[in-house]
């Protein structure tokens, strides 16, 4: 197996003002991270845990090697909170996957409750539990799970990076199969909307991850967004040389616009689009897109105006003609 297209996607929401997610999409690495904190902390905390996250090398392996990820982003949010009073308190959520396609497997960190999902067959399997209050409530039988979905204290988080000295990472390793798409995601979109429909949204994108992403965040949107919402999808390919699977490699093509899938959400909202190369062609240059919604009507705009042209000397030879 391989890593076959990758996409990532983050966007403020319809709620907040500032977004405090962070993601990585850069295969073999894909993160979530969701900031918390007063003033432009939890922005902080978030960029901290992803840059320590990048460090991540050829050497680093497994679910041991993503909670050692985990664990020295921690320590260095914790020292910048006790440098910088502004960002005392300040903590975000990780949730890693870090993909070994040798093994045939992912491995996964992760604390807080942003989320990783496999969909297999159609089936849509939750791999991380939430570090929240509701979550606890849920495991002791006080919360089903329809009451925890709309619980006042449905984004209170029970585990955070950056907040102690030390954290504890929920890490371990799930298989991988040509035809599995992962799925790590901001409490933004598992708030707002609910695995089946995220199961759907996904299929319906036919293994389009580009798509699929910007699909899930707008259909976030159109529930209210109420939070930064952040998607990282990848796909797992077979290895590639003959034709049937190749076609399934290729790198994402350029998506034609923002706009044109964002429920005709036309507003200037931050909204980052992050599409890699696929693993084995080069990461080092422009690997990943930062494009901010573009109108779709730029391709129609410039036929109508190659048409005037063409109309306009058709014209001047008639013109030439009759006189
Ligand atoms: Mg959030």
């Given at each position: 197996?391989?890593?076959?297209?990758?996409?990532?996607?983050?966007?403020?929401?319809?709620?907040?003002?500032?977004?405090?997610?962070?993601?990585?999409?850069?295969?073999?690495?894909?993160?979530?991270?969701?900031?918390?904190?007063?003033?432009?902390?939890?922005?902080?905390?978030?960029?901290?845990?992803?840059?320590?996250?990048?460090?991540a090398d050829a050497e680093t392996r497994g679910a041991r090697g993503?909670?050692?990820?985990?664990?020295?982003?921690?320590?260095?949010?914790?020292?910048?909170?006790?440098?910088?009073?502004?960002?005392?308190?300040?903590?975000?959520?990780?949730?890693?996957?870090?993909?070994?396609?040798?093994?045939?497997?992912?491995?996964?960190?992760?604390?807080?409750?942003?989320?990783?999902?496999?969909?297999?067959?159609?089936v849509l399997e939750q791999l991380t539990t939430d570090h929240s209050?509701?979550?606890?409530?849920?495991?002791s039988g006080i919360l089903t799970p329809e009451e925890a979905e709309?619980?006042?204290?449905?984004?209170?988080?029970?585990?955070?990076?950056?907040?102690?000295?030390?954290?504890?990472?929920?890490?371990?390793?799930?298989?991988?199969?040509?035809?599995?798409?992962?799925?790590?995601?901001?409490?933004?979109?598992?708030?707002?909307?609910?695995?089946?429909?995220?199961?759907?949204?996904?299929?319906?994108?036919?293994?389009?991850?580009?798509?699929?992403?910007?699909?899930?965040?707008?259909?976030?949107?159109?529930?209210?967004?109420?939070?930064?919402?952040?998607?990282?999808?990848?796909?797992?390919?077979?290895?590639?040389?003959?034709?049937?699977?190749?076609?399934?490699?290729?790198?994402?093509?350029?998506?034609?616009?923002?706009?044109?899938?964002?429920?005709?959400?036309?507003?200037?909202?931050?909204?980052?689009?992050?599409?890699?190369?696929?693993?084995?062609?080069?990461?080092?240059?422009?690997?990943?897109?930062?494009?901010?919604?573009?109108?779709?009507?730029?391709?129609?705009?410039?036929?109508?105006?190659?048409?005037?042209?063409?109309?306009?000397?058709?014209?001047?030879?008639?013109?030439?003609?009759?006189?």
């Open positions: 197996m391989r890593i076959g297209r990758a996409a990532g996607v983050t966007d403020t929401g319809r709620r907040r003002l500032r977004n405090e997610d962070a993601f990585i999409c850069e295969p073999p690495l894909f993160a979530v991270a969701d900031g918390m904190g007063g003033a432009r902390a939890g922005e902080i905390a978030a960029g901290l845990a992803a840059a320590a996250l990048e460090e993503v909670e050692a990820l985990i664990v020295e982003a921690n320590r260095r949010i914790w020292e910048r909170a006790l440098e910088d009073p502004a960002t005392a308190g300040m903590g975000t959520t990780v949730t890693a996957a870090l993909v070994d396609a040798a093994a045939g497997t992912v491995a996964i960190g992760h604390v807080g409750d942003s989320r990783a999902y496999r969909l297999r067959n159609g209050l509701v979550a606890e409530l849920v495991e709309h619980h006042p204290q449905r984004s209170a988080i029970t585990r955070a990076l950056g907040t102690e000295p030390s954290v504890e990472v929920d890490a371990f390793t799930v298989d991988a199969r040509p035809g599995d798409v992962f799925l790590i995601c901001s409490d933004g979109l598992s708030a707002m909307v609910d695995d089946k429909e995220v199961a759907s949204v996904v299929e319906g994108a036919e293994r389009d991850v580009a798509r699929a992403a910007e699909a899930l965040v707008a259909t976030a949107n159109a529930h209210g967004g109420e939070d930064n919402v952040t998607v990282v999808l990848f796909d797992i390919a077979a290895e590639s040389s003959d034709g049937a699977v190749g076609a399934a490699a290729q790198p994402v093509a350029e998506e034609p616009a923002v706009a044109e899938t964002a429920t005709g959400d036309t507003t200037a909202d931050p909204h980052v689009v992050a599409e890699p190369e696929q693993e084995d062609a080069p990461s080092e240059a422009g690997a990943s897109l930062r494009r901010h919604g573009a109108g779709p009507g730029g391709r129609l705009a410039a036929i109508l105006f190659i048409l005037a042209v063409l109309a306009l000397g058709a014209l001047a030879l008639y013109w030439g003609v009759v006189h």
